[in-house]
Each structure stands twice: as C-alpha cells, then as structure tokens.
T-cell receptor, first 113, second 114 residues
Framework: EAGVTQFPSHSVIEKGQTVTLRCDPI?????LYWYRRVMGKEIKFLLH????????ESGMPNNRFLAERTGGTYSTLKVQPAELEDSGVYFC???????????FGEGSRLTVL | AQSVTQPDIHITVSEGASLELRCNYS??????LFWYVQSPGQGLQLLLK??????LVQGIKGFEAEFKRSQSSFNLRKPSVHWSDAAEYFC????????????FGSGTRLSIRP
C-alpha cells in the first residue's frame, strides 16, 4: 500500500513568487491534514480536510495560503505571494476516519529567498 | 490552550544505554497521546499511542511510554538504544475537542554515541 506522498520534496523560490505543494493521501483516508515546521520549532497545525470539506482551518497563517482538496482525493497548498517567513517544511498527513492516528508524508521543504 | 512540552532539545546517549525522553502536556481532560519519530530524510512515523486503559504502552522498535496523570507526563523509554534510533522524536496530544487536531511538541533530537 502506497503511503502519503508529497511533491515537491524541496522548492526554492524568491519572495513574491507563488508555490504550490501537493499531497496524495493514502487511498481511502477521508481525513487529510497540513502541518508546518518552521526553523526547528514545533510542528504546527495548518488545516484539516474531511473528504473535500475544510473541517478546521484555524491554523492557516493568513490569506496568502490557500488549500484545496477537490474531489476528496489529493490536496494542494498554494502560497501566493510567498514571504521569507513562509520557509519551512510542510507536512501532509492522512488518517482513516476517527482513529486519531496520522500517517505522514516526507514533507515538502520550502525555501523563500 | 492545550500544549505539549519537550524540555530536552538534544540528547546524546551511548549505544546500548537506556533512554528516556520527557514529555509534559497541558490539557483539561485525559487526551490521546502519541510519540512520533522522524528519521533523516523520512516522514514522521508513529511509535506508540495512548488512548485509555493500561498506562504503560508498548510501541514499535522496542519503545514504551508511561502515562502519568498526576504529573501530566508521557515519557518515552527504551532499555537499550541502537545506532539506528538516532532521529528526532516528537510527543503529541490529540485535541479531540476540536475535530481531532494533533498538537506537537518541539521535538527532541537523539544522537547515539558509538
């Protein structure tokens, strides 16, 4: 069974540019989460999808961040325009409904210059 | 607000020595508790979890953790570490009051001395 996959593994962009991160969850997992880790600090929750609906987006930093999950399968996280403080590792995770156990991808490292 | 504290940023132990990584949480009720590990170049992997019942839980790779309600702690232990245990370890709590949102500590990096 394939795990959670994320693309790209590393992206280097300049301030003001746009980046789109993609996450493919484990097949059949209704719950999809985005997390971010900045500069070795704690891993912070960004948002949670249940199927295609946003269940909780309380962790999204600001309106420069847009997450979508069309059709309830893969998800994208777009940052537009990117700022220096957006640099970090963006993790995606998925889980079957109600278990509370998350399966993580390897993360997408974003560097904004 | 709920929080998770891992007071040790970096720990170095000798191969074969015992290990204990500390974790304290702040939460009104008994939360769901987790330990995850991130090895270099890999994603986070669940080591073990506590939902209810026996306060000593066994996980993968020979790890165990003990939930102590009186101390609000969930420390991770291993009797004898291996070089392959070098990784970063994250304690986490499930804030199930708001649609199952897991909150992570800042992590403890474990180095193994040959």
């Amino acid at each position: 069974e394939a795990g959670v996959t994320q693309f790209p593994s590393h992206s280097v962009i300049e301030k003001g540019q746009t980046v789109t991160l993609r996450c493919d969850p484990i097949s059949g997992h209704d719950n999809l989460y985005w997390y971010r880790r900045v500069m070795g600090k704690e891993i912070k929750f960004l948002l949670h999808f249940v199927k295609e609906s946003k269940q909780d987006e309380s962790g999204m930093p600001n309106n420069r961040f847009l997450a979508e999950r069309t059709g309830g399968t893969y998800s994208t996280l777009k940052v537009q325009p990117a700022e220096l403080e957006d640099s970090g590792v963006y993790f995606c995770a998925s889980s079957p409904s109600g278990t509370g156990e998350l399966f993580f991808g390897e993360g997408s490292r974003l560097t904004v210059l | 607000a709920q929080s998770v504290t891992q007071p040790d940023i970096h720990i170095t132990v000798s191969e074969g020595a015992s290990l204990e990584l500390r974790c304290n949480y702040s939460y009104g009720a008994t939360p769901y508790l987790f330990w995850y590990v991130q090895s270099p170049g890999q994603g986070l992997q669940l080591l073990l979890k506590y939902f209810s019942g026996d306060t000593l839980v066994q996980g993968i790779k020979g790890f165990e953790a003990e939930f102590k309600r009186s101390q609000s702690s969930f420390n991770l232990r291993k009797p004898s570490v291996h070089w392959s245990d070098a990784a970063e370890y994250f304690c986490a709590v499930d804030d199930y009051s708001s649609a199952s949102k897991i909150i992570f500590g800042s992590g403890t990096r474990l180095s193994i001395r040959p």
